[in-house]
């Protein structure tokens, strides 16, 4: 029956025990997401942008996408157009060479990119963080010593930014549930920009028909006296209407217009009319019709 001979069996040559499932290689992991388009899962190329999500892209496979229409995956369904992205401004790390892709262990590598104020390379051990609003990267130790001590502008760049706009990179499940609540922020922060640029573009408007229909005041200083004279220019469309009103064709026009106040007019032609003198004194009837004066 076998077992002759004086053999001791093993515990584990006799009994069969369920295998442990194949478990990720967190290493690997971390340095494929820190290196690799989240897009297309090749090799990250300049210039590499971020979402909203602080997920890192080639800047260049992303416009395709966007060009061509396709339907993007599961993960990058909020970008929907070059609004929904940010290009980094990444500092190179002196220490990376070409070996560094392939050769070597993972824990000996370096990384392509480094923080520009402590040096800590962004390869996925140290939490790293964009700014949206100029798109510096730099470490999140960095960013807390330094926004302790002074406002909230960019230290690389000096440009202002708010709390929304910080973006950490690569995050864990809480960091992806905070950066969509970010989004959303900046997303009613810009669209209560553009409300306001409207409204202030119609007052503009407003302001500018209002001083162009209005006449201008100009205040003139003489040298003798003390006292100032103001000088009203009118508008040039209401002169010509004043200087038409005073035209002596026009006057005739009014209904208390009389031939017998016409400075112009001669005495013959001022007696053919019954507002003539000679025809008010007289007591017979008009040779034509009437005198209305006595009917």
């Given at each position: 029956?076998?077992?002759?001979?004086?053999?001791?069996?093993?515990?584990?040559?006799?009994?069969?025990?369920?295998?442990?499932?194949?478990?990720?290689?967190?290493?690997?992991e971390r340095e494929f997401r820190w290196l690799h388009c989240s897009?297309?899962?090749?090799?990250?190329?300049?210039?590499?942008?971020?979402?909203?999500m602080g997920r890192l892209y080639s800047k260049q496979s992303l416009i395709e996408r966007l060009l061509e229409k396709e339907k993007m995956p599961e993960m990058s369904e909020h970008v929907k157009s070059l609004k929904d992205i940010k290009t980094l401004q990444l500092t190179p790390n002196p220490?990376?060479?070409?070996?560094?892709?392939?050769?070597?262990?993972?824990?000996?590598?370096?990384a392509p990119y480094i923080c520009k104020l402590i040096g800590l390379e962004m390869s996925g051990k140290f939490r790293?963080?964009?700014l949206w609003s100029c798109?510096?990267?730099?470490?999140?130790?960095?960013?807390?010593?330094?926004?302790g001590n002074s406002s909230s502008t960019c230290p690389l760049c000096q440009t202002p930014y708010s709390v929304e706009d910080i973006v950490v990179?690569?995050?864990?499940?809480?960091?992806?549930?905070?950066?969509?609540?970010?989004?959303?922020?900046?997303?009613?922060?810009?669209?209560?920009?553009?409300?306001?640029?409207?409204?202030?573009?119609?007052?503009?408007?407003?302001?500018?028909?209002?001083?162009?229909?209005?006449s201008t005041v100009v205040t003139e200083k003489p040298s003798t006296s003390t006292s100032s004279k103001v000088k009203v220019v009118a508008n040039p469309k209401r002169l010509g209407t004043a200087n038409a009103m005073?035209?002596?064709?026009?006057?005739?026009?009014?209904?208390?217009?009389?031939?017998?106040?016409?400075?112009?007019?001669?005495?013959v032609y001022k007696s053919l009319f019954t507002s003539h003198k000679t025809e008010k004194e007289q007591e017979r009837a008009h040779w034509i019709t009437y005198n209305p004066f006595y009917n």
């Open positions: 029956m076998g077992c002759d001979g004086g053999t001791i069996p093993k515990r584990d040559e006799l009994v069969r025990v369920k295998q442990k499932p194949e478990q990720k290689d967190k290493d690997a897009l297309t899962q090749q090799r990250l190329q300049e210039p590499i942008a971020m979402c909203g220490a990376f060479t070409e070996e560094d892709k392939t050769e070597g262990l993972l824990d000996t590598r370096h790293f963080v964009a798109g510096c990267v730099v470490s999140e130790r960095a960013l807390k010593q330094i926004k990179l690569n995050g864990n499940e809480e960091d992806l549930e905070l950066m969509k609540v970010k989004m959303e922020m900046r997303a009613a922060k810009r669209k209560s920009s553009k409300k306001d640029k409207k409204e202030a573009k119609k007052v503009e408007i407003k302001t500018e028909t209002d001083e162009s229909c209005a005073q035209d002596p064709e026009l006057k005739r026009l009014k209904n208390d217009f009389s031939v017998a106040k016409d400075p112009k007019a001669s005495d």
